[in-house]
């Protein structure tokens, strides 16, 4: 069983849109709008290569952390997380690799295989790398205000390291 | 400063705040906040984690809006950087800096274009980390179509049918070198469309637009990534190689010396369109250019291959051929004139004003149409001809399209396949109505001349 709180995989599977924040060469934070997939363990996000900034931020540092903050992109869900993990980028297939996570996509995005059927207009936004997270440790606020102190859970890993 | 991007901020409904732990991981939480733009702070809420003042914040307002099952609208978002200070209950960025994306500045196509080169950058480095090339693909169809920008080919198929139509109402057809006609304009025709895409890319005008369309900017393989500007020399040279190849056949088994002024002419100006010295369409003399190329040249070429000979017809018949086709690139020149302008190409939309480039289209247009009917009436053409004024409507669709979204690359799009479509609909009225007259001409020994 998952040592997920249950609000936050709920969040995790309707949210449309999460906060990625990765750090920078110079050691600062940097926050992307990201589409997060979520298959019950491991938080998947991908990139195309025509935005790859982060990519290369999260290689020489893999540390990161998603929040999903916004009502409106959670299906009405009040609660609000952040989630930090280990981040690993997948692309050793830039073309077709990513579509292992096409069942996923497309459970939140569906229109996206209309899309990806005109990948000719946009070639390079098909060239996709995954990033991989694993979670270590969520913070979230169950009813979403986040004046209030968050209720935290680490994974049995992250507690021992 | 960073005024813009305090105003942006604040239209979001919150913020999510977000630091480096001590541990290595950024920490975030979501935060109610305030914009004071007088003051050029962002005043944040308390927050139930204790914000740091020790260490560079990074403050985000997103407002990518998803639309379940349909993608994303009214994209936008915002971020500033800078150390928190505390102000009573509250804590106080004055950002150091600040980056943002909003879709209605940026279109989403705009900004990926502005991201091709940090695109091939990375697959450059991926490259060389594992000693192995790293490039995008797409089917061998697609990359041929997309390279060669096949579908445009209506540009010569219509004039070399006209020419083929002209020499076949006064009784020459031969199939086969009308066969090896349209296939050596094709070739001219490929030739032409790579090389402008190698000069291009060597000019640095297709890398500068960044607002290209599917009739604009060039086929993007290069900036893109598909296809390599080596290849796409190769590609040029090899298809100009069949065209002058076919064209010296015809022109020894036809014995035309009027092909062999007229085939190396079509050549030189395909060249030198965007091949230095000449680069004709950088010095404004593009429309020109390609009027004669893909009228007269194709027009006549096609005539004179049939008919052997050379007469006034295939010439009047190509006018309006030859200047719908101008007004293809005409038209297709208006998104790109800013980066055409950048790379000193002096376009026909470069150098005149809105007003001046929207009339011009009208005037030109109905010049064209008005070569029809009076040629038709007076019987230069056949009047079965006269069809070709069906495309009116059209061309003053491309006008109000024109008028409406000369600003605006994307909406412009529509007018612009519209108005390759005026080329295609008109040309092959044209090729209607002299198949007509053939028809009429072979049904009745004495037609009236009113129908042919």
Redesign the interface.
Known sequence: MSWIPPSVQRLLESA??A?L???NSR?????H?LIPLWDGETIYMTS??????K??HIKR?P???V?I??P??S?GLTA?C?I??DAVVV?ED??DAWTEVMPLWRKK???IDF?LGT???????F?RSVIRITP??V?W?ED???????RVAVAEEARHA | MHEKALSDLAGHSHVVVSWVGDDGYPVQTPARFKVDEEKGIVRIATTGLALPTDRRVNVMGSHIRPQPGTGYDERRYTELWGTLRRDGDEMVLAPERAWGWDEKETPFFEYAERSNRRARAYMRALAEERGAAVRPRLSPVWTALLATRLPFLTGTIVPVLVGIAVAGRQGYFDPWPAILTIIGGAAVHIGLNVANDVFDEMSGADEENVNPTQFSGGSRVIQRGLVSLRRMGLIAMASYAVAIAIGLYLVVTRESTELLVIGVLGVLISVFYTAPPLRLVHHGLGEIAVAIGFGPVMVLGAYVVQAQKLTAEPFVASVPIAILIALILYVNEIPDRRSDASVGKRTLPVRFSRETVTTGFLVAASAAFATVFVAAVLGVIPRPAIISLLGIPLALSVYRGIQQYYSSPYELMATMGKNVQLHLVVGMLMFTGYLAAITIDGLFEDAPDLLT
């Open positions: 449309l849109v906060e924040t990765v750090v050691g600062e934070p940097v926050t709008p195309a290569v025509l935005f790859s900034k990519l290369e540092h540390r990161v952390a929040s903050s916004d409106v992109a299906g609000r952040s930090q993990g692309e830039l073309h995005e569906p229109a899309f990948r000719f207009a946009l070639p390079l936004f060239e270590r440790r913070t606020w979403g205000d986040p004046a209030k102190e968050p």
